[in-house]
């Protein structure tokens, strides 16, 4: 099993920045591809940002293209989402989600069924 624990979340101004941490704790020796997605209100969860079990690729929902980063240094540590430039519509719960397929291809990586392992979730509101 693996459990997920994000924090970063809160309340900023648009144009401001915020950077969210996903945690894992478990067996985490294991080669775990990690997305991050979100879920507004009355919305569907949607993807955001994916990262490869490696870190050697990196996928973006269009909406977040060019401001949101998803980074990682090694497998054992925290994955990051650096939001730059944040707008009123980035608000929502955001959710850290891992998966144990290591195979999974750029489309299929966008997908919350392709995902193990959820966090609870780390609010980000976005005033303007």
């Known amino acids: 099993q693996v459990q997920l624990v994000e924090s970063g979340g809160g309340l900023v101004q648009a144009g401001g920045s915020l950077r969210l941490s996903c945690a894992a704790s478990?067996?985490?020796?294991?080669?775990?591809?990690m997305g991050w997605f979100r879920q507004a209100p009355e919305k569907g969860r949607e993807f955001v940002a994916a990262?490869?079990?490696?870190?050697?690729?990196?996928y973006y929902a269009d909406s977040v293209k060019g401001r949101f980063t998803i980074s990682r240094d090694n497998i054992r540590t925290p994955v990051y989402l650096q939001m730059n430039s944040l707008k009123p519509e980035d608000t929502a719960v955001y959710y850290c989600a891992a998966t144990s397929d290591a195979g999974l291809g750029p489309n299929t990586i966008r997908h919350e069924n392709a995902y193990d392992y959820w966090g609870q979730g780390t609010q980000v509101t976005v005033s303007s």
């Open positions: 990262i490869t079990w490696s870190g050697s690729s990196t």
């Open positions: 478990g067996r985490t020796f294991r080669r775990l591809g």
